[in-house]
């Protein structure tokens, strides 16, 4: 792994040195998102937490990295048969990272992105039986599968700033490829933006 980061790290460097003083803003910020998910079989909705940062490139041109962590939303499935009813759970959250470039407009209100990047999905879906006389309530049957998965993600946005601290507001269409077909995903993040 060092040897893979210190020549992008040193890369970097070279780069940023060279570029224009108007390129030599580090951006920082965190999030909170929302992403409307095509699973089969799984809960379509998730909230999202996670941080980003935009590294000088060149004028226009920043590479971003982003992370986040999407918190599981259960769907509950209520059915019965005779005098037993069937609760079924399904739940989804996963970690994201991803990166790529960010190419924005003169004072960086407007932008767009292009990142790839991979998707660890945790699926989880808990089946619990109550019925009977009396009332018996058995413990859950869970089946869980972490899948890590490959994503493209093109999206845009707009950014305010007042001095250093600014506010930023994005979404795109995180594809995700599962079960041997594309997946479009939509994913709104907002949240606070600093600029160094």
Do not use: C
């Not at 210190?6 to 951006?27: C, G, N, R, T, Y």
């Not at 041109?61 to 939303?73: L, T």
């Amino acid at each position: 792994m060092i040897k893979l980061v210190l020549p992008l790290a040193m890369l970097w460097a070279v780069i940023s040195a060279a570029a224009p003083a108007a390129a030599q803003h580090f951006e920082a910020g965190a999030f909170v998102g929302y992403a409307h998910l095509d699973a089969p079989n799984l809960p379509q909705n998730t909230v999202a937490l996670g941080g980003r940062v935009d590294l000088p490139f060149y004028r226009f041109v920043k590479f971003e990295v982003e992370g986040g962590y999407d918190f599981p939303i259960p769907d509950i499935a209520i059915s019965s048969a005779g005098n037993v009813a069937i609760t079924t759970t399904k739940e989804i959250s996963g970690w994201r990272l991803n990166g790529g470039l960010k190419v924005q407009s003169h004072g960086g209100s407007y932008f767009f992105f292009l990142k790839g990047g991979g998707y660890l999905l945790q699926p989880s879906v808990s089946v619990r039986v109550i019925g009977g006389v009396p009332i018996v309530v058995s413990p859950p049957a869970a089946t869980t599968d972490s899948v890590w998965k490959g994503t493209f993600y093109p999206g845009a946005g707009i950014s305010f700033f007042a001095g250093p601290i600014g506010f930023r507001l994005d979404g795109g269409d995180e594809i995700l490829w599962l079960d041997g077909s594309a997946r479009n995903n939509l994913r709104i993040n907002f949240g606070p933006s600093f600029r160094f």
